[in-house]
Antibody
Framework: QITLKESGPTLVKPTQTLTLTCTFS??????????VGWIRQPPGKALEWLAL???????RYSPSLKSRLTITKDTSKNQVVLTMTNMDPVDTATYYC??????????????WGQGTLVTVSS | DIQMTQSPSSVSASVGDRVTITCRAS??????LAWYQQKPGKAPKLLIF???SLQSGVPSRFSGSGSGTDFTLTISSLQPEDFATYYC??????????FGGGTKVEIK
C-alpha cells in the first residue's frame, strides 16, 4: 500500500532555511504521470498547496511562494525534498506531503503523510 | 490566481440531516475539483475527484456535483463520523492547486 512520511526539524529560527524530506513507499516516482506534492496548514487554518514534482521532474510551485521554494526528488531513495528559504513565524504550520496519481492533468492528492509540525521562533 | 470560496464556513447539523457545502471558483475550472475531509489532528482524506467521482472506499452518502464555477458536496444522511472539516481544491496542475477555506460540520 502507499505510505508517505515527512521528516525534518520541528523548530527553525527566523531567516533560516527549512528542509523537509518526504519518504514514501508503495509507488515509484519514475512511473509515468505520478507526482508528489507538499501542502501546509497553519494551526487552526486552512490547507495551502506549496509545490508539486512529477515523475519526469516537471515542477510546479505556488505563485505566492515560488521565490522561496525548491522541490527535488531522489527516485532511487524514494524521497522528495522541499526547501523553503527565509522562514518567518507566519510559516509555522503542519507540513504534509501527498501522492498524486496518474489521472492525467487533473488529479487529486489521494494519499497523504501524517504531517510534521514546524515552528518558526527565535 | 484562481480563488476557491467555500460556504458556509461552518454548519451545525444533527445525525441524519442532509448537509450541503458549496465551493465557488473565481473563474471557470470545468470539473477540475476535489473534495477532502479532515478530522482534528489528522491528514486530509480524499472524498471526491473530478467534481463527482467518488473515491474508492468512501460511503455513497457523499456526493459531489457542479462544473464551471459552482460546486457542491452533499452528505445525504449525516453520520457521527462525518463531523469534520471539508475542503475543496482546484485540481488542474497547470494552475495553482488552490484549496478553499474549509467548512466545519459541527454537532447541533
Amino acid at each position: 500500500q502507499i505510505t508517505l512520511k515527512e521528516s525534518g526539524p520541528t523548530l527553525v529560527k527566523p531567516t533560516q532555511t527549512l528542509t523537509l524530506t518526504c519518504t514514501f513507499s508503495g509507488f515509484s516516482l519514475s512511473t509515468s504521470g505520478v507526482g508528489v506534492g507538499w501542502i501546509r496548514q497553519p494551526p487552526g487554518k486552512a490547507l495551502e498547496w506549496l509545490a508539486l514534482i512529477y515523475w519526469d521532474d516537471d515542477k510546479r510551485y505556488s505563485p505566492s511562494l515560488k521565490s522561496r521554494l525548491t522541490i527535488t526528488k531522489d527516485t532511487s531513495k524514494n524521497q522528495v525534498v522541499l526547501t523553503m528559504t527565509n522562514m518567518d513565524p507566519v510559516d509555522t504550520a503542519t507540513y504534509y506531503c501527498a501522492h498524486r496519481p496518474n489521472f492525467g492533468v487533473v488529479s487529486p492528492f489521494d494519499y497523504w503523510g501524517q504531517g510534521t509540525l514546524v515552528t518558526v521562533s527565535s | 490566481d484562481i480563488q476557491m470560496t467555500q460556504s458556509p464556513s461552518s454548519v451545525s447539523a444533527s445525525v441524519g440531516d442532509r448537509v450541503t457545502i458549496t465551493c465557488r471558483a473565481s473563474q471557470g475550472i470545468s470539473s477540475w475539483l476535489a473534495w477532502y475531509q479532515q478530522k482534528p489532528g489528522k491528514a486530509p482524506k480524499l472524498l471526491i475527484f473530478t467534481a463527482s467521482s467518488l473515491q474508492s472506499g468512501v460511503p455513497s452518502r457523499f456526493s459531489g456535483s457542479g462544473s464551471g464555477t459552482d460546486f457542491t458536496l452533499t452528505i445525504s444522511s449525516l453520520q457521527p463520523e462525518d463531523f469534520a472539516t471539508y475542503y475543496c481544491q482546484q485540481a488542474n496542475s497547470f494552475l495553482a492547486l488552490t484549496f478553499g477555506g474549509g467548512t466545519k460540520v459541527e454537532i447541533k
